[in-house]
C-alpha cells in the first residue's frame, strides 16, 4: 500500500508528537520553579517555629528555675511618687504596678526581694508614697514602712461636714477637716496637703455629678442649701484618699465609694416598700443615728415614720442643733422658736438634707422600722437608753423620772 500522505512516516509525524513546544517547555520550568521556591519558604517557616519554640522554652526553664537574670535599679530612689494597691492585689500585681510607675526596673525586682520578707503579703489596699528607680530591696522596705501609707479617711457614725466645736472649746474634726488631713504627703521634705477652704468650696459649687453624687440624689442636693449639700453621702467606713488629685477628684472618690457602700445596704434598691425616695431614707437613717443608741435604731425609726404619717412635728433637737453647729444637747426656748427648715419644732415633715453621717444599723432601721404605735420617746437612762410612748401622758412621766435621776 502506498503512503503518498505521508501519514506513516516516522521521521515526521512521530516526531513532532514527542517534541515539546517552546512555550510548553517554558511553563514547565516556571512551574518547577514556583514548586521549589514554595519548598523554601516551607523549611524556613518550619525552622522559624522550632526556633521559637526552643528559645521560648528555655526562658520559661530559666525563669522557673529562677537562674535568669533580671534588670534592678541600685539604691533607694529618686522623686517621689504615689502608687495605689488595690483590694486583693498580689504581691505579683503590686510589682506590675510599682514598674509601672517607674518605682522598680522589673516587677522580678520586688518580686525576688520579697521572699525574705513575709510582711509583704500583708500590704494593705491604699496609697503609699514612693520613690523613682529604688532597688528591688529598697522598695520592699519601704512598702513594709507604715509611714509610707498616705490617704486613710475613717468616717464614724454621726460626724458631719464640718467641724464641732463643743461648750468645753473642744473641737471634733468633721469631714473636710479629715479629707485635708488625709490628702497631706511628704514631698521634696515638704509638707504638702489639700486645704479645707479649697475641699469646702469644691462641694459646694461643683457639679454633683462630677463630685460622684448617685443619680438618686442628684436633684435633692442640688435643691439643698450648699454648706449642706453633700451631708450624709459619705457614710460611716473607711476610705482610701489619693493624695495626689485634687479636691474634685478627692471627693468624687470618696463619694462613690460611699455610694457603693449604700448600694449594698440597700439604699436606693430597698427603699420601695418604705413610702419614701431613697435621699428621704437617707435622711431619716441620719435623724436616727443622731437621736438614740443602736439598740434603740428601730424604735426611734418607728417614731418618724408614725409622726409623719399623722402628720405630726418630728421634734427633734438634733435638727435644730445641726443649724447652729453646736452638739447633740437640749436646745433652748428660742432655738425651738425661730423659723428655719431644719427647726422640726416650727416645721414639719423631714430636713432638706441628712444631719449627719449614718451608719449601717441606722439605715437598717431607717429601711424597716420596729413595730408599733410609740410617737414619743425620751432619754431615760445613763447610757442612753430611751423609753418610749404612744401617748403624751406617758412620756411625760417618763421626762420627770430622767430629769429626777439626773439623766439629763
Known amino acids: 500500500m502506498s503512503d503518498d500522505l505521508g501519514l506513516f512516516d516516522p521521521d515526521v509525524d512521530v516526531e513532532r508528537e514527542r517534541r515539546p513546544s517552546t512555550k510548553s517547555k517554558a511553563r514547565a520550568a516556571a512551574a518547577r520553579k514556583k514548586r521549589k521556591q514554595k519548598k523554601t519558604v516551607l523549611w524556613i517557616v518550619v525552622a522559624m517555629v522550632l526556633a521559637l519554640g526552643a528559645g521560648g522554652a528555655y526562658y520559661g526553664y530559666r525563669e522557673l528555675r529562677g537562674i535568669g537574670s533580671w534588670d534592678d535599679y541600685s539604691g533607694t ?18 510589682a506590675s504596678t510599682l514598674q509601672k ?9 520586688f518580686t525576688e526581694a520579697s521572699k525574705t520578707d513575709q510582711r509583704v503579703t500583708a500590704i494593705q489596699p491604699g496609697f503609699y508614697v514612693m520613690k523613682t528607680r529604688m532597688s528591688g530591696a529598697s522598695a520592699v522596705a519601704r512598702m513594709i514602712d507604715p509611714k509610707t501609707k498616705v490617704g486613710a479617711l475613717q468616717v464614724v457614725g454621726g460626724v458631719i461636714l464640718r467641724d464641732l466645736t463643743g461648750g468645753d472649746g473642744k473641737v471634733v474634726k468633721g469631714i473636710y477637716t479629715q479629707l485635708s488631713e ?39 442636693v442640688k435643691a439643698a442649701p450648699p454648706e449642706f449639700r453633700l451631708e450624709g453621702l459619705i457614710m460611716r467606713g473607711v476610705y482610701q484618699v489619693n ?67 399623722l402628720p405630726m412635728k418630728l421634734q427633734f433637737d438634733s435638727t435644730v ?40 444599723k441606722a439605715i437598717e432601721a431607717a429601711l ?16 442612753g437608753t430611751s423609753c418610749f410612748s404612744d401617748n403624751q401622758e406617758q412620756h411625760d412621766i417618763y421626762d420627770a423620772k430622767a430629769r429626777a435621776e439626773g439623766v439629763f
Open 182 to 220: 488625709a490628702s497631706c504627703t511628704e514631698r521634696g521634705g515638704q509638707k504638702v496637703c489639700v486645704p479645707v477652704e479649697e475641699i469646702k468650696a469644691a462641694a459646694e459649687t461643683a457639679d454633683p455629678g462630677a463630685l460622684g453624687v448617685p443619680d438618686w440624689a442628684i436633684a435633692d
Open 77 to 94: 530612689g529618686e522623686s517621689d511618687v504615689i502608687i495605689e494597691v488595690k483590694d486583693g492585689d498580689p504581691v505579683s500585681e503590686i
Open 243 to 309: 493624695p495626689g488629685v485634687s479636691a474634685v477628684e478627692m471627693l468624687r472618690g470618696v463619694i462613690t465609694a460611699s455610694a457603693q457602700k449604700l448600694q449594698g445596704y440597700g439604699i436606693p434598691s430597698n427603699t420601695g416598700d418604705t413610702g419614701f425616695r431613697p435621699y428621704e431614707v437617707l435622711v431619716m437613717a441620719s435623724l436616727i443615728e443622731k437621736e438614740g443608741i443602736e439598740k434603740d435604731f428601730g424604735s426611734v425609726s418607728r417614731v418618724i415614720y408614725n409622726r409623719l404619717k
Open 321 to 360: 442643733n445641726y443649724k447652729l453647729n453646736q452638739p447633740h444637747i437640749r436646745t433652748s426656748d428660742a432655738n425651738r422658736q425661730a423659723a428655719g427648715a431644719y427647726n422640726t419644732y416650727s416645721t414639719g415633715g423631714l430636713p432638706p438634707t441628712p444631719i449627719g453621717s449614718p451608719s449601717i
Open 101 to 109: 510607675n517607674g518605682v522598680v526596673a522589673s516587677p522580678r525586682a
Open 368 to 383: 424597716k422600722p420596729a413595730d408599733g404605735n410609740m410617737i414619743y420617746f425620751v432619754k431615760c437612762q445613763k447610757d
